[in-house]
């Protein structure tokens, strides 16, 4: 085939249109934006945290140090990769608290702990892996109170099953999403259920290849946050809609169907990131249940699982805590507990108790 001018153009715009991977987007903040020695627990020791975590690490610590090589006077105008690790405890915990304090003017208490929890971790390999610093400054800083809830934001089984509907037909869809929805029907039901089936994070399902789906078991082997190899069992509705999905990607994409090609694909056959994954729900949402598109996200329908298995009835093992907490894989009963509070709080659901007096 002759490629023309055009066509070289509109493959180059392709091109550029093309996202980068997380790791890539990671490699880059490190090499660019970062002091030398956060490449260590950040890129080198890639087991003990999930891409995404080590992402957000990243980010956060960029824009720490942006603040401290302009408004740090032992730090201004210093090119920040060639900060080293024992220079870090010039930076007081006071200094810390100043940062923190102008980071979380217009955030949340929760993202404001995430930046915090980046820089301690920084602190804490600075200390005690590399043993460059004696002291981690995080540790006398402030704490940062978060605020808890006694509710938690799901999808009741009846708004599971209009989301679940609207994927095998297409309901509420627009006409231009209905024209390309054939084509991602199977994989986005598989999607879709595995999660609330299960309590998966979209970072371990999208880890996922080939070789570690079990059919004939009804499990998958997932990567957990902190590099754990786990095996997660699902149900037969949920094997039913991977086979019927793994069938469909053998005749179309064959060449993509080996042990350590991603199990779940993305329109060029690459693995999907977990912005596309965060992309499917919205759309979904938006046409099943409207009312919900500005509360419900991929996160969700792990709190949607927690919930639902939670609360099912008592002949059928409801109301069991430790069973949970195996199930979402936490690793403290107190942050389990949040959904036992949630599905405790029936406020609403007595809001009529004078009917009847």
Not at 131 to 154: M, P, R, S
Not at 175 to 187: N, P, T
Request: a positive charge; aromatic letters at 8%; hydrophobic letters at 35%.
């Amino acid at each position: 085939m002759t490629v023309t001018k055009n066509n070289s153009k509109l493959f180059a715009r392709k091109e550029m249109r093309k996202k980068k991977s997380d790791s890539a987007v990671l490699y880059e903040i490190v090499k660019n934006d970062l002091p030398g020695f956060c490449a260590g627990y950040l890129i080198n020791r890639e087991n003990e945290r999930s891409i995404g975590t080590r992402l957000g690490y990243a980010r956060n610590l960029k824009a720490f140090f942006e603040y401290v090589t302009e408004n740090l006077d032992e730090f201004k105008g210093r090119d920040v990769t060639e900060i080293r690790a024992a220079e870090i405890s010039k930076i007081t915990p006071r200094e810390v608290d100043e940062f923190l304090a102008e980071f979380a003017l217009e955030r949340k208490p929760a993202t404001a702990a995430r930046m915090k929890s980046s820089i301690s971790s920084m602190y804490a390999y600075a200390a005690n892996t590399l043993q460059e610093i004696t002291y981690n400054a995080t540790l006398g800083t402030q704490k940062i109170k978060k605020q808890e809830k006694d509710f938690v934001t799901y999808l009741t089984v009846e708004e599971q099953d209009r989301l679940l509907d609207c994927i095998r037909y297409g309901t509420g869809l627009t006409k231009r999403e209905q024209m390309h929805h054939g084509r991602y029907e199977k994989r986005d039901l598989a999607i879709v259920f595995l999660l609330l089936d299960t309590g998966l994070r979209v970072s371990e399902l999208r880890e996922a290849d080939n070789r570690d789906l079990n059919l004939e078991a009804c499990s998958i082997i997932v990567t957990r946050k902190g590099g754990k190899h786990s095996e997660v069992y699902f149900s037969d509705e949920a094997a039913y809609y991977l086979k019927d999905y793994i069938e469909e990607k053998k005749i179309l994409h064959p060449a993509a169907c080996g042990p350590a090609d991603p199990l779940i694909l993305s329109r060029d056959e690459g693995r999907l990131t977990v912005r596309q994954y965060e992309n499917i729900i919205p759309k979904y949402v938006h046409a099943a249940l409207p009312e919900r598109y500005e509360s419900i996200n991929c996160h969700k329908l792990r709190s949607s699982f927690a919930m639902t298995f939670y609360m099912r009835d008592a002949d059928k093992g409801g109301r069991d805590l430790l069973a949970l907490q195996q199930r979402m894989n936490h690793k403290s009963l107190t942050t389990t507990n949040v959904y036992a509070k949630a599905a405790g709080n029936i406020s609403k659901q007595t809001r009529n108790w004078r009917e009847g007096i």
